[in-house]
Structures are given as structure tokens and as C-alpha cells.
């Protein structure tokens, strides 16, 4: 009784304070993927991304890497097999205004990069 008493004073006097959502670097995400496509476990991915398109409206330019060894820079990925041994979860979503960042997946290795802080 006296326990709880002293938890509701306490909550009381400090209140609890807003979290400002964190901002996403989209060129810092690199090494081993897993794209998430069930709603159910987007709490639980690190970003929400958009598959665009063109080429010219998307914030990072990806190219897939088949080593996961190579890929050591922005827009170098490797597509995990495993939500679990992956470095980054990330949700990929159908509506472009929900998504943090926007990708593209390109063909020539040396094209892969970010765009977003140019």
C-alpha cells in the first residue's frame, strides 16, 4: 500500500516528457538487409522505406550486392535471407507519404550511393 503511494507521488511530480521522433540517416544504412513487408512487425524496423520507381526522386541509390563483404558503403546492400541476422529491418511501404527515405534499385555498381544530403 504504501508502495504504491510512493509510485503515484512520484509520477505526479514528474511527468512524463514527449520523445521527439528520431531522424533517419539514410546514408548511413549499408551492409545486410531485410525488407519487411508485414504491417504487423513495422514497430519493430528501424525505418520505412519507399520503393520508387524513377531514378530521380529517390533518396539512395541501391545496388545488390551478392557478398555481403562488399557491401561497406551507403547504397551497397545485401538482401538477408533472416529478419534476425540482418544489420538493418527496414519497412518497406506502398505510400510514398508514410516512408522516411525513398531507394531505387539500380544495375551499376558504381551509380550506388546517397542522394539525400546533396
Not at 512524463?16 to 514497430?43: F, H, M, Q, W
Not at 510514398?96 to 546517397?114: D, M, P, T
Request: aromatic share 16%; net charge negative.
Amino acid at each position: 500500500m504504501f508502495f504504491s503511494f510512493l509510485l503515484t507521488a512520484l509520477l505526479a511530480l514528474s511527468p512524463a516528457k514527449a520523445v521527439a521522433p528520431t531522424d533517419v540517416d539514410p546514408c548511413k544504412i549499408y551492409g545486410s538487409i531485410y525488407l519487411e513487408t508485414d504491417p504487423n512487425r513495422r514497430s519493430r524496423c528501424f525505418a520505412t522505406v519507399y520503393v520508387e520507381p524513377e531514378e530521380a526522386f529517390a533518396d539512395v541509390l541501391v545496388f545488390q550486392e551478392s557478398n555481403k563483404l562488399f557491401a561497406d558503403k551507403a547504397g551497397l546492400w545485401y538482401p538477408a535471407d533472416n529478419r534476425e541476422f540482418a544489420d538493418y529491418n527496414l519497412f518497406v511501404t506502398t505510400d510514398r507519404n508514410l516512408a522516411e527515405f525513398s531507394i531505387h534499385y539500380i544495375k551499376v555498381r558504381s551509380f550506388a550511393g546517397c542522394k539525400a544530403n546533396q
